[in-house]
């Protein structure tokens, strides 16, 4: 168990609606990264927020968008889901503070999101 | 951005044989080098990592190794076991100073065989 916690674990809707995935770092963790995972892209970095704040952003779609709240989980938001975006999320938080690179990171189990 | 590269894609052993899981990258400014193990179905999970400032690391059967100049490094796993057999991630800390993401390999998928 790494510490990192999401919710759900699965997750099936339909075309065009739009869901919330959570994500609640390790103890002390200021760092959060969001993931997502499919069969033929692999692991990409989607976004991360450090201290509630956006840090960086990978291969986000404008569709999507996510928030660190100041008790420090996240939230990921999806919205007009395509059968496209059905794949496995992950989030994975790390210590990593401003000027510290090179932090491990640790992933949560992971919500499963099927779009039919 | 970054770019990694990882081979093979799929990798067959017998139990007891040693398996090397090769990964090259593009950002010279990249400082770190995680590899995570994940089974299916389940959680990345980190098992190694190295530092640019390190150009060989061990922990019992698994050492990762990482040569700066050619932009590549390896995992090295010795005295297989079927419990080894998983899917492998390498992976690159990103160069820039926008954040710290990770860009991964497309993963090796890593069957023993006993």
């Known amino acids: 168990d790494s510490g990192v916690t999401q919710t759900p674990k699965h997750l099936i809707t339909a075309t065009g609606q739009r869901v919330t995935l959570r994500c609640s770092p390790r103890?002390?963790?200021?760092?959060v990264y969001w993931y997502q995972q499919s069969l033929d892209q692999g692991l990409q970095f989607l976004i991360q927020?450090?201290?509630?704040?956006?840090?960086a952003k990978g291969n986000i779609l404008e569709r999507f968008s996510a928030q660190q709240f100041p008790d420090l989980h996240s939230e990921l938001n999806l919205s007009s889901l395509e059968l496209g975006d059905s794949a496995l999320y992950f989030c994975?938080?790390?210590?990593?503070?401003?000027?510290?690179?090179?932090?491990?990171?640790?992933f949560g189990p992971g919500t499963r999101l099927t779009v039919l | 951005g970054e770019n990694v590269e990882q081979h093979p894609s799929t990798l067959s052993v017998q139990e007891g044989d040693s398996a090397v899981i090769k990964c090259t990258y593009s950002?010279?400014?990249?400082?770190?080098f995680p590899w995570y193990k994940q089974e299916l179905g389940k959680r990345p999970q980190l098992i190694i990592d190295?530092?640019?400032?390190?150009g060989e690391k061990k922990d019992q059967r698994i050492a990762v190794t990482l040569n700066k100049t050619a932009k590549h490094f390896s995992l090295h796993i010795t005295e297989t076991q079927p419990e080894d057999s998983a899917v492998y991630f390498c992976?690159?800390?990103?160069?820039?100073?926008?954040?710290?993401?990770?860009?991964f390999g497309k993963g090796t998928s890593l069957l023993v065989t006993p």
């Open positions: 994975a938080s790390s210590p990593s503070s401003p000027g510290t690179r090179g932090n491990e990171q640790f």
């Open positions: 103890s002390g963790d200021l760092s």
């Open positions: 927020y450090y201290n509630g704040e956006e840090r």
């Open positions: 950002d010279s400014a990249s400082n770190y």
């Open positions: 190295i530092r640019s400032n390190v």
């Open positions: 992976a690159a800390h990103e160069g820039s100073n926008s954040g710290y993401a990770l860009n």
